[in-house]
Structures are given as structure tokens and as C-alpha cells.
């Protein structure tokens, strides 16, 4: 009876006063239903922020964004690409993890200590070949300066084969310092006795 009463109360107030006023104390289910879809929507807002900041200062973090922008970073990692991609999967499957481990190690260890040796001022000029020579082919991929377009370093990789034992991969580099005719050793990899598919296979 007192809910009745309560909600005529209410009734008769806003009949007389058109609506504009509500007295305190009286909320009623909309009003509440309201709020609760105001704190949602808050909610949702601070989330969506914190994750819009998660992402800033992901996208921005020094750390990851220096290394990124890091010339001898991009050219290794590029470099580990286009070493796996001369070989092909039909090599690289049969490959154990020495590979792995020992040539792209050594690939990237030369790459950074030749780079060391040049002026820094040459660092934002160097890049990187993209087109390993496939069948029989020894390159691998070529370092060069691209604003005079003259190569400094040559990644290439023979077949070796050697009576009694099998084939063998032999990775080395040559440098324009001496036109390109020394041969610099990177490491070997023995395959099998069985000749090996063709480089990019």
C-alpha cells in the first residue's frame, strides 16, 4: 500500500510541475538502469585508453624501435633470410641444428665485425641483395653501397665434393679490398655422399 501511495506521490509531482522537477530521494529503474549503463561505457572508455597507451608505448619503446631502426640489425636479420632461402627446403629440412647454430651465427658474427671496419657515415648507404643464385649458383647475397652501387662483401656458398667422403657446403665471403679474389672461410657443413638437390629446390 505504501508503494502505491509513493508512486501516486510521484505521479501527482511531476503532473504539476510538467516534469521539471523529481524530488530527492526518488530514482526510479530507468534512472538507475542509466547509470549503470554510464559506468559500462566508462568502463569500456578506460579500457580502451589503457589499451591505446599499451600499444604506444609498445609501438614506441626506444629499445625495440633503435634496434629495429639499426642498419646492421636489419641487414643480419635479412641476411639469415636470404641464407635459408638459397639453400631451399628441400636442404634446409634435412639440415641439422649445427646449421643453425654454427653457420648463420658465423654469417652474422662476419657480417657485423666487416661492417665495424667501415666509415659510420656508410652505414645508412648499405644494403642488401635479394636474389640468390638458384641450380648450382654460388651466391648467396651480396653487401653493397647503394649510393654508388658497388659491392663491398660477397656471401657465397660451393659444393664441395670430396672423394670417400661425400658433399660438403662450404659458406665464405670475398671483399672488394682485394677485388673480390680472396676467399675468407665462414664454416662447412657436410651433407651426405649422395649429391645434394639444387640451391633453392
Given at each position: 500500500m505504501k508503494l502505491l501511495m509513493r508512486k501516486i506521490a510521484v505521479m501527482m509531482v511531476a503532473i504539476m510541475t510538467f516534469g521539471f522537477?523529481?524530488?530527492p530521494g526518488l530514482h526510479t529503474d530507468v534512472e538507475?538502469?542509466?547509470?549503470k549503463n554510464e559506468l559500462s561505457h566508462s568502463d569500456v572508455n578506460t579500457e580502451t585508453e589503457t589499451a591505446s597507451v599499451l600499444e604506444v608505448l609498445e609501438v614506441h619503446d626506444p629499445e625495440v624501435t633503435a634496434r629495429e631502426e639499426d642498419p646492421l640489425f636489419l641487414l643480419t636479420d635479412q641476411a639469415k633470410e636470404q641464407t635459408l632461402m638459397k639453400l631451399g627446403p628441400r636442404i634446409t629440412s634435412q639440415l641439422d641444428e649445427n646449421?643453425?647454430?654454427t653457420i648463420l651465427l658465423n654469417i652474422e658474427d662476419t657480417l657485423e665485425s666487416l661492417i665495424a671496419e667501415m666509415p659510420e657515415e656508410e652505414y645508412a648507404?648499405?644494403?642488401?641483395t635479394e636474389s640468390p643464385a638458384?641450380?648450382?649458383g654460388e651466391k648467396i647475397f651480396h653487401i653493397y653501397n647503394a649510393r654508388t652501387n658497388e659491392d663491398l662483401i660477397r656471401f657465397h656458398v660451393r659444393r664441395d665434393h670430396r672423394p670417400w667422403e661425400g658433399y660438403w657446403f662450404n659458406f665464405h665471403y670475398h671483399i672488394n679490398d682485394d677485388n673480390?679474389?680472396?676467399h675468407h672461410e665462414i664454416g662447412e657443413i657436410f651433407w651426405d655422399k649422395n649429391m645434394p638437390p639444387k640451391w633453392m629446390a
Open positions: 522537477y523529481v524530488p538507475a538502469e542509466d547509470n646449421f643453425m647454430d648507404y648499405l644494403n642488401i638458384d641450380g648450382f673480390f679474389e680472396g
